[in-house]
């Protein structure tokens, strides 16, 4: 394996890793699905398309990331967290205070939706994904997907709303 291959699947794997850690992950199951994505990945190297590599990691991880889940038997716990501290600029202790309430709300409307739905969203709001390459992690067309996310993001808007009015 050359060394600009090497270090380009190092950067795809730490991505990854990134969006399991926002899936709710700890940094050791994270590191753990990781390692052994890679393995898989060495494996069935000669079988993958380099054009779907990254959406081969992605679709591997979150699969063993969900089967962890399975095993501990909380599926309904895991949390899927955006990068708040992305959206804000400043930090005052009242915005660092409605940060953290922002990001609660949206932890528990994410936790309220569908995996599906707030996989969407995240993979592409978090991880910039664009339209087509979500589609390919999914095995279905740019223009579902399109409107997967637009009914996702309508959710997610409806049960912030809701939230705050509870």
Do not use: C
């Not at 992950?25 to 779907?52: N, P």
């Not at 223009?143 to 959710?155: H, P």
């Amino acid at each position: 394996m050359n060394e600009a291959f090497g270090k380009t699947l190092q950067n795809k794997m730490h991505s990854v890793y990134l969006t399991l850690i926002k899936m709710g992950s700890s940094k050791e199951d994270a590191e753990d699905i990781m390692q052994d994505t890679a393995i898989q990945f060495l494996q069935y190297i000669d079988g993958i398309e380099i054009t779907f590599a990254q959406a081969w990691l992605y679709r591997v991880a979150i699969n063993k990331y969900y089967d962890s889940l399975k095993k501990r038997k909380s599926h309904e716990k895991y949390i899927l967290a955006f990068d708040m501290g992305q959206l804000f600029d400043y930090d005052t202790p009242e915005h660092v205070l409605l940060r953290k309430e922002l990001q609660l709300d949206v932890q528990r409307a994410l936790k309220q939706m569908k995996p599906k739905e707030a996989e969407i969203l995240l993979l592409k709001y978090s991880a910039d994904f664009s339209l087509k390459d979500i589609a390919v992690l999914f095995d279905t067309t740019d223009k579902t997907i399109k409107t997967q996310l637009a009914r996702a993001k309508q959710k997610l808007v409806a049960l912030l709303e809701g939230g705050s009015n509870q």
